[in-house]
């Protein structure tokens, strides 16, 4: 069996017309999961209500209390938008069950000792200590090894960053973290323009692997090959956190690598090589299609 964690509620995060990061993402994916020949080996879990376990200890792990509370003033005042991140109504709650997918998604890995996969939004991997950004409100990868660190006591957790942009939040929030390791290919320049090489961590900590538009299969297994998974594997980690982004997908419309679904199952695979103990979570990724399949390749891979 494979897990994956998701609500319909996560629909209701309302970006606008015509915004990239919609609804209609999670739509595409749950349908394309649902007939897809390994449909019955899946496992679809309910995040834990917000009511159930109040998510303010959780965001404190990563944000300020003034993100906090801003965040849930603009959903009270129904329309508002940090930088490219729009807020309605329902996003404070939506984003906060989020968060909950995501910690919920690492105690099922840790004690199942197996994958699985968080089917959430908004994304999290833009969203700084003290405000959001980049389609994110709150900073799920980073609040997810965190909470792996303080609350379950593992002193080895790393994050790769497949999405195509650099991570600029998660960086920001755990590179003073000397237990938690962070990884992300991206294409640069890019946004956020951050990301370069030589941001490594106060701990080195940190591994950034730009990528030049236009890259595709080759230079991905080169990186790969030659930087991160010997970086993952020289870490060890109890725990790997996968922000699984899709926008470096050839179809995408939000960036220029040349990726497949197949890409991602070949990703997937050698991560497994390393440890089955991996929790994907979804971040970007814009051409319904092609989201749809690059998470269909994932959760195949792993089930095989
Ligand atoms: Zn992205």
């Not at 730009?210 to 595709?216: A, C, D, I, K, W």
Request: glycine content about 8%; aromatic content about 8%; proline content about 5%.
């Amino acid at each position: 069996m494979f897990s994956i964690f998701y609500s319909d509620r996560f629909l209701d995060h309302d970006t606008g017309d015509d915004h990239p990061e919609c609804a209609a993402r999670l739509t595409a994916i749950k349908t394309k999961l649902e007939r897809a020949t390994f449909a019955d080996q899946l496992e679809w879990l309910v995040p834990t209500p917000i009511e159930v376990r109040p998510v303010n200890d959780l965001l404190l792990l990563a944000h300020t209390t003034q993100h906090i509370a801003r965040v849930t003033e603009f959903a009270a005042s129904g329309n508002s938008s940090f930088e490219s991140t729009s807020v309605s109504a329902a996003s404070d709650d939506v984003a906060r069950l989020a968060v909950n997918a995501w910690v919920d998604g690492v105690d099922q890995v840790i004690t199942k000792n197996r994958p699985a996969f968080v089917l959430a939004r908004p994304p999290g991997h833009h969203a700084l200590p003290d405000e959001g950004m980049g389609f994110c409100l709150f900073a799920n990868a980073a609040i997810a090894a965190i909470y792996a660190v303080e609350h379950l006591g593992l002193s080895r957790v790393s994050i790769l960053d497949w999405d195509v942009h650099h991570g600029n939040g998660t960086q920001a929030i755990v590179e003073t973290h000397s237990k938690i390791r962070y990884c992300s290919l991206h294409q640069s320049p890019a946004y956020p323009m951050t990301g370069g090489a030589s941001e490594t961590g106060q701990f080195g900590n940190i591994l950034n692997v730009p990528l030049q538009p236009g890259s595709g299969s080759e230079v991905y297994n080169a990186a790969f090959e030659l930087q991160v998974l010997p970086w993952l594997r020289s870490g060890n980690p109890e725990l790997l956190i996968i922000s699984a982004g899709y926008d470096a997908m050839a179809v995408d419309p939000l960036a220029r690598m040349q990726l497949k679904a197949d890409d991602y199952g070949r990703f997937t695979k050698w991560c497994l090589d390393i440890t089955p103990r991996i929790l994907f979570g979804l971040e970007g990724g814009y051409d319904l299609d092609g989201l749809a399949m690059g998470v269909a390749r994932t959760i195949e891979t792993c089930l095989n």
